[in-house]
């Protein structure tokens, strides 16, 4: 018998499903408790169907599934707690309605679950980038809607007829989502401009801050302005220093470490606290586990959390404590680079989209790659690096998420005035890479399959599920996706993806390189 099941991320075990433990870390009592809550969910989606959702519900539905996703939550406690409000919400609506045991979905035809868990992983992506939006007041009731419709769908007996467009469906709703986000974060913060980032980390008391809530950075910025700590973001939190309602405190002062899946290592000795706002924490080692804070969705056993008071006083109070480098630390990037690029929204580059056509046209950018998604710890990732390095001169790269630290140290040179790596934001921000390639699309008067343009990506969790499926809704075709295939597709619906999208596995750097260059 399993002591769970779990194969929503790209390291699972075996590629095939997490059935002892969690290669994430998390445990069985974990793993049962996030289906539990999942099962809950449906439960109050199917409420909601007879009588009708709420501020409340929608609220509920976006914070529970955005608590499932791969290393946010390890906590059973905070876990049973959510199962509980969950429950009583749905009895509160409709006292017949019933939780769906995930085990049905586990157990179902492969491609039935193949097709149910592509819908149930995107919409936990979805929920992710809705629940940021929503902090800073900003929701959309198609969105909204989804969620239930959607996690209905996984409870209910359908065929493949029914489940392919609700599939694409997702893709959709996730493009709208982002769209959402992208205006929340530019009418609460500015819209981004290009900024160097430097990685030397100043004498002194500091924090380091990672995750991807912009909101939890602006709050912490504003508690310790005066108090002579400074802030470092980490992982997906580079961006937030291109925003000018951010980058505007002299306080926050650059970038602490490489990549996410390295603070094992990289937090050990570090002199300062690290508070993390959402997805990427790992299991928390004894060498630095009196440093580690958390709050909003992310639990993790033992670790101070800090509620929705958002009373950073804890954290503070620890960074002065522990003081800081009695000198300053000059550290680099994976590859060596000592600052890094970001800020190459839609709104930048579609600023200067003239220069772009021009170049273009002018036979200066032959190509473009979007080079982007989740980083890991599994071996094969390097391929990303050495893909980047092989991009002839004449090509532009476009980048975002987590997956850049491969590679977003390294110095390309420019290309018409223009720097040939450009590190577009978080993950979320592939919606500004949708708005460059529509817009280029339409500068040529062609559709985005046409452009010279090819997208590689790597994925690790949900967040990248739903992104690629806003992709294939999108129509975009020929995507080289790694390191691995999701071990939940199974060989009928990846047949599927492959007849009408020509998706495919990436194989290694020159091959690629020589295929997407024809």
């Known amino acids: 018998m399993k002591d769970m099941f779990c194969f929503q991320c790209e390291q699972t075990a075996k590629g095939t499903g997490c059935e002892v433990s969690g290669v994430c870390g998390k445990t069985p009592p974990v793993a049962g408790l996030q289906d539990k809550l999942v099962g809950a969910c449906i439960g109050l989606a199917k409420a909601v169907e007879k009588t009708a959702a709420t501020e409340a519900t929608d609220a509920c539905i976006k914070k529970a599934l955005f608590t499932t996703v791969t290393n946010v939550s390890f906590d059973e406690e905070s876990l049973k707690i959510m199962v509980d409000c969950v429950d009583k919400m749905k009895a509160d609506l409709d006292p017949a309605a019933e939780d769906y045991d995930m085990a049905k979905l586990w157990d179902d035809n492969e491609d039935i679950r193949s097709l149910k868990t592509l819908i149930l992983l995107g919409i936990k992506g979805v929920a992710a980038y809705a629940h940021h939006a929503a902090i800073l007041g900003y929701t959309d009731p198609v969105v909204d809607a989804f969620f239930y419709k959607a996690l209905a769908a996984v409870g209910s007996d359908l065929g493949m007829d029914a489940l392919l467009p609700l599939v694409l469906e997702t893709g959709t709703v996730n493009l709208a989502c982002m769209a959402l986000l992208d205006k929340a974060n530019t009418e609460t913060y500015g819209t981004p401009v290009p900024t160097e980032v430097p ?142 690029l970001t800020g190459f929204g839609h709104g930048t580059v579609l600023g200067v989209a003239d220069k772009v056509i021009a170049a273009v046209k002018a036979g200066d950018i032959k190509h473009f790659f979007l080079v ?20 002839p001169a004449d090509t532009v790269v476009l980048t975002l998420a987590c997956g850049k630290y ?78 691995s295939l999701p071990a939940f597709i ?23 390189m020589a295929k997407l260059l024809g």
Not at 272 to 279: E, I, K, Q, R, S
Not at 372 to 391: L, M, P
């Open 199 to 340: 990685l030397t980390i100043e004498k002194g008391p500091f924090i380091i801050i990672t995750g991807h809530d912009l909101h939890d950075l602006k709050l912490l910025l504003e508690q310790t302005e005066g108090k002579g700590v400074n802030i470092y973001t980490h992982g997906e939190m580079l961006p937030a220093h291109a925003y000018p309602e951010l980058k505007k405190y002299s306080h926050l002062k650059g970038n602490f470490g490489t990549a996410w899946q390295n603070q094992q290592k990289e937090f050990a000795t570090v002199p300062a606290p690290v508070l993390f706002t959402t997805n990427c924490i790992m299991p928390v080692k004894d060498s630095y586990s009196d440093r580690i804070f958390t709050t909003d969705m992310v639990q993790y056993p033992g670790m101070i959390h800090v509620g929705k008071e958002k009373d950073f006083a804890p954290v503070i109070a620890k960074a002065l404590e522990l003081g800081g480098y009695p000198e300053d630390q000059e550290m680099t990037g994976i590859n060596g680079g000592k600052t890094l």
């Open 490 to 512: 199974s060989p009928n619906v990846l047949n599927v993806l492959v007849e009408n999208y020509n998706i495919g596995p990436i194989t290694t750097p020159e091959a690629d």
């Open 406 to 483: 491969r590679f977003n140290d390294l110095d390309l040179g420019t290309i018409g005035g223009l720097p040939r790596l450009m590190d577009m934001g978080q993950c979320n921000d592939a919606y500004s890479a949708i708005q460059v390639a529509v817009a280029l699309a339409g500068a040529f008067e062609c559709g985005v399959n046409e452009l010279p343009l090819s997208m590689v990506l790597s994925w690790y969790e949900q967040k990248a599920v739903c992104i690629l499926l806003t992709l294939l809704s999108l129509g975009i075709k020929n995507i080289l996706l790694g390191p």
């Open 372 to 391: 982007g998604g989740c980083d890991g710890a599994k071996t094969g990732r390097n391929y990303y690096t050495e893909f980047v390095e092989k991009t």
